[in-house]
């Protein structure tokens, strides 16, 4: 069969509303053109975020109700950690509310003023993170991961000949740890290859540096691995997996991602001396160790999310259905980053709107342009997010896991094509009010020409 259909039936449905063009002109208005600050019932298709946005499954609602809400000792942490433990590996597990903390935990443990973190390339909160113990945090993507129209199997790569200039340069005794992100989320969802995640192990392992996974979407991840590199098509995402993480010493992991969860995290080290260090900084502001910052009905429903992530049938209408998406708006001329990755579709704001200076927001721009034509939510990541320090003008759809069908991916189709075909009227905006740091969130904008009433 040509068609990949959503694994799934529907069992039990949240309505979306619609809203009237003029409608959503005048909640633009009030919004001072920042889609952060529209309410979230005057979205029909949100696509801000794939973060703890997706829909669980009949087991993990089943699962819930077994939750074990025990302060000390939770059946439904032995569950959770079973879980973890038969694809991760590691020996221990430490529960935690999101990924951040897990992060937080991590990097207060094992790094130091002056240190060097090295990664394909951070995440904002793992970089913001680095940076509060007043540690560095390096950004190190292969070249073709920094060119958006570029097509290549493994653009999430890490450069390993900049790795090793670059432990070379600072010196061992200041590389604490070095991170591989899988999928790399900020460089547009791209995969890692096990090859490239063999290599930089090497390096480590010559160095005597520990190697850590971000191991947000691992099972995207896996199963990019299994279609694009050579030898894994006849293993299981699973399989793929248990194999990356082999590699590694430990790792830290957001559940609201491909834990198809909507809140949790852990952090995994194999080092009994850390594991002891990290625990002890949990209990001071997570939790107790069989709960972490978790509430047990949580732990169950990761339990069973990470393994439904790996399901085969899932991965491949997950993948199919993004690639659906990117593929249908570049075939009519719509610039976006080459190839569709993982989890989300970044359109290239600044070629979309080349009329549209960096100064003037085209990324932000574009996004409302999207929610006037059909009331779709997408996020800005360039001029608004980084300031003059941003190298492109992204925006990005990001598709809630299980949450919407292919008919609302065809309409989200439609309206940016509808938005392309008149790309050329569209204008630019400038700050009104600004915060101090992370002003993205509740910036104030206004077009740079005023619009007339209507
Ligand atoms: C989401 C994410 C995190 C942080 O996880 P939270 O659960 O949002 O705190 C870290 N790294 C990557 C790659 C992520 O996508």
């Known amino acids: 069969m040509k068609t990949t259909i959503e694994p799934f039936r529907i069992k039990s449905v949240e309505p ?16 001072h053109y920042n889609l952060f600050l529209v309410s979230a019932g005057d979205v029909l298709i949100d696509l801000l975020t794939d973060s703890g946005t997706g829909a669980m499954s009949t087991h993990q609602w089943a699962a819930i109700m077994e939750g074990d809400e025990s302060y000390a000792g939770s059946r439904s942490f032995d569950r959770f950690r079973a879980s973890v433990q038969e694809i991760f590996g590691y020996a221990h597990v430490i529960p935690t509310h999101q990924g951040r903390a897990a992060e937080r935990i991590l990097f207060s443990v094992m790094c130091k003023k002056g240190d060097v973190v090295p990664n394909n390339t951070h995440f904002d909160t793992t970089r913001a993170n680095i940076e509060f113990v007043g540690a560095e945090a390096v950004d190190l993507p292969i070249a073709e991961g920094q060119q ?26 200041r590389v604490p740890l070095v991170m591989l992100t899988i999928t790399n989320n900020s460089g547009g969802g791209q995969p890692v290859s096990m090859e490239n995640a063999r290599a930089v192990r090497a390096v480590c392992r010559r160095h ?16 990019f691995i299994k279609l694009r590199e050579p030898g894994y098509d006849s293993r299981s995402p699973k399989q793929i997996a248990q194999e990356m993480f082999a590699l590694g010493d430990g790792c830290t992991m957001s559940a609201k991602k491909d834990g198809l969860a909507n809140i949790g995290g852990f952090l995994c080290t194999n080092d009994d001396v850390l594991a002891a260090q990290e625990t002890n900084l949990l209990i001071l502001t997570e939790g107790y160790p069989t709960y972490g910052g978790m509430a047990g009905r949580d732990l169950e429903a990761i339990a069973v999310g990470l393994q439904e992530a790996l399901d085969e049938d899932y991965l491949k209408y997950r993948i199919a ?14 610039p976006i980053v080459q190839p569709p990755g993982g989890h989300a579709i970044y359109i290239d704001a600044r070629a979309f709107l080349p009329h549209v200076p960096p100064a003037e927001f085209p990324g932000v721009a574009l996004a409302n342009e999207l929610y006037l ?15 003059a320090a941003a ?4 925006i990005r759809l990001a598709i809630p896991r ?36 992370l002003r993205h969130f509740t910036a104030q904008l206004e077009p740079v020409q005023p619009v007339r009433a209507g």
Not at 148 to 173: T, W
Request: net charge positive.
């Open 16 to 31: 979306i509303r619609w809203t009237s063009r003029a409608h959503r002109e005048a909640l633009l208005r009030a919004a």
């Open 321 to 334: 259905s993004t690639a659906y998406l990117g593929n249908h708006i570049a075939g009519h001329g719509v």
């Open 373 to 387: 034509e059909g009331g779709i939510r997408s996020v800005e990541i360039g001029t608004l997010m980084f300031g």
């Open 148 to 173: 958006p129209a570029r097509v290549h199997p493994f653009k999430g790569n890490m450069d390993v000949a900049a790795l090793e200039e670059l432990i070379g340069r600072v010196g061992r005794e």
């Open 402 to 437: 299980r949450v919407y069908t292919q008919s609302h991916i065809d309409y989200v189709i439609e309206v940016i094509l509808e938005v392309w075909k008149r790309r050329d009227r569209i204008q630019g905006l400038r700050l009104t009010e600004e915060a101090p740091f």
């Open 391 to 394: 190298r492109m003008d992204l």
């Open 208 to 223: 005597r540096i520990p190697l850590y996974f971000d191991a947000c979407r691992f099972a995207e991840n896996s199963y």
